[in-house]
């Protein structure tokens, strides 16, 4: 396939990256909000948003193969046309009931987008022999910081409806956009030395399922830690360290911006360090950040934990889910994304739970204990991993 055609994929990749990232922090700046309307306790609203976790899971499995029998772009489409029109649904909704049914159709089209283009993106990547993968997550947490800010600007002047119609029309634009592109690009062809078959029959070894697993397990600490400060960080911020709603959801932008910046360099930084040392290096900064976030005496102490915690964050989801694509093909990012958003199922009540019971700073920190097991799951398998 001729570079300019790569780059050209690589760019409509890129783009919905991006916009799955700004719809996605536009729904979370809104939860307060939405909270409010509903009537919801912590407990009730993490029941709520397991509606978003439980509808990516149940449908990532099935989208692997969707991807096999209609192939990624065409997939990837398809989901990002149902996600901006369920980004419509929530501020419709006034009991945590009917929240957590339009999240779970919401969850779907989340999960499937998410199979869909990490798929085609690790297509790529072994085309074009390079660990680019942290770019396109790169482009998703770009998106987030700028859903997150527009939602800042917005929270004082437009209703949560307002707002989340106007993001769903942005999506649809949006998608006719660069998904006449993406339609128009086929797949590209692996290199001499990676034929197309070898993700099928790797996948059929119990070594390298074992391996996939393994690399959905670091997802899922992960994903845990992303789904707690996209549905909890807010809230963290409002109702223990006294924000306002702007300043909240700018707090929820900082920890983007710092994974974006992590992820921009992320290609350079595996280069220079390899998976194994990138994945025990973020893990641990991860956990010591969430630490200083889920603490913290004071605003600014909060918002530099998130940064820091997304710094740390930043490069292990993609590093797991391509490592695990590479191994299996579309299955491989089937597993790995439902493991990871396994976390996020398991994040949202299980922090509403502990908020109850203890603290929402106390629930936080184990989210720094998810990124410390990441570094020792990623530490124990490094030999099997390299081979």
């Known amino acids: 396939m001729p570079g300019n055609t790569l780059t050209q994929l690589r760019i409509a990749l890129t783009t919905f990256f991006a916009l799955d990232g700004f719809i996605f922090a536009g729904w979370v700046v ?7 309307q509903t009537g919801a306790s912590a407990t009730t609203l993490g029941l709520a948003l397991l509606g978003v976790s439980a509808g990516a899971v149940i449908t990532m499995m099935l989208t692997g193969r969707l991807c096999r029998r209609y192939g990624n772009h065409q997939v990837t489409v398809a989901c990002a046309v149902l996600l901006s029109l369920s980004i419509a649904l929530p501020p419709l909704t006034h009991s945590p009931l009917a929240l957590g049914a339009v999240l779970l159709i919401f969850g779907s089209a989340y999960g499937g987008i998410n199979v869909a283009f990490n798929s085609a993106a690790v297509d790529l ?50 998608t006719a956009l660069a998904g006449r592109s993406l339609l128009r690009l086929q797949p590209p062809a692996p290199p001499e030395s990676a034929p197309r078959d070898k993700p099928a029959q790797h996948r059929l070894s119990p070594r390298t399922r074992g391996l996939v697993i393994t690399f ?11 789904g707690a400060l996209a549905d909890w960080g807010a809230l963290h911020l409002e109702q223990d360290l006294h924000a306002t709603p702007g300043v909240a959801a700018v707090g929820y932008s900082c920890f983007a911006l710092a994974m974006t910046i992590g992820r921009l360099t992320g290609t350079q930084l595996l280069e220079r360090l390899g998976q194994t040392r990138t994945l025990v290096v973020g893990g641990t900064t991860a956990a010591l950040g969430m630490l200083l976030a889920a603490l913290a005496p004071a605003l600014w102490v ?65 989210v720094a204990a998810l990124a410390a097991a990441a570094v020792a799951i990623a530490f124990t398998t490094r030999r099997a991993a390299a081979h």
């Open 216 to 226: 959905g397990l670091i997802a899922l600490c992960t994903a845990y830690g992303e």
């Open 30 to 36: 809104r939860i307060p909000a939405i909270k409010e």
């Open 302 to 366: 909060a918002l530099l934990g998130f940064v820091i915690t997304g710094l740390g964050l930043a490069n292990l989801f993609p590093v797991a889910v391509e490592r695990a694509g590479a191994l299996a093909g579309p299955d491989g990012v089937a597993i790995a994304s439902t493991l990871g958003y396994g976390g996020m199922l398991l994040g949202p009540p299980a922090i509403g739970f502990m908020a109850d019971w203890f603290s929402l700073p106390t629930a936080l920190t184990s």
């Open 125 to 174: 990547v072994r085309a074009l022999q390079r660990p680019i993968m942290p770019s396109f997550h790169a482009a998703f947490s770009l998106g987030c910081m700028i859903g997150a800010g527009l939602g800042g600007l917005v929270a004082g002047t437009l209703s949560p409806t307002q707002h989340l119609l106007g993001l769903a029309g942005i999506g649809l634009l949006v």
